[in-house]
């Protein structure tokens, strides 16, 4: 069985990214959405929050958080891939630098990028939060519940 991780902060999950895991899901038998703990992210909403707002959006793919090197965690759920989404050109050399990063401690765990569709090539959890923040229909760029959740922070 092959197995991919889709990592991220998904704060929050968009459009743009169930793109990526639905790319990714006809890839591989099974793709894992792991949703990173990062203490140096300050986050709008909390871990728990981000899983279950994917899990809404995403049924039938394994939505997990995790904590620590993530060739660490794709090691413990027998993955050999890791999946990441490129919206830009800029977005390449960051990703670019980390895959290098995770070949070196992990060999054997490769990293693939899917480029994301032309439709979501300029969206961003920033770019979406700062709409709902300002009272902006993000109805377009999230899927429905988290259209509904980020309103309901606006309130």
């Known amino acids: 069985m092959k197995t991919a991780i889709y990592p991220g902060s ?3 999950i968009t459009n743009g990214h169930l793109d990526i895991i639905k790319r990714a899901s ?3 038998d099974r793709v894992i ?11 709008q909403f909390s871990l728990a ?5 994917i899990k809404k959006c995403v049924p039938g793919v394994i939505v997990e958080s995790f904590d620590g090197l993530l060739v660490e965690y794709a090691r413990q759920k027998g993955a050999k891939t890791i999946v990441r989404g490129l919206r830009a050109v800029s977005d390449f050399d960051y990703e670019f630098q980390m895959a290098l990063t995770n070949r070196k401690m992990a060999p054997t765990i490769e990293t693939i990028f899917l480029m994301t569709d032309y439709r979501y090539s300029y969206l961003s959890s920033s770019f979406v939060k700062q709409i709902a923040a300002l009272g902006g229909d993000v109805s377009e760029l999230v899927p429905a519940p988290v259209a509904k959740k980020l309103k309901k922070r606006g309130e």
Do not use: G
């Open 10 to 12: 998904f704060d929050p």
């Open 26 to 28: 006809e890839l591989f």
């Open 33 to 43: 959405v792991a949703v990173i703990k990062n203490p140096s992210k300050k986050s």
């Open 49 to 53: 929050d981000r899983v279950e707002m």
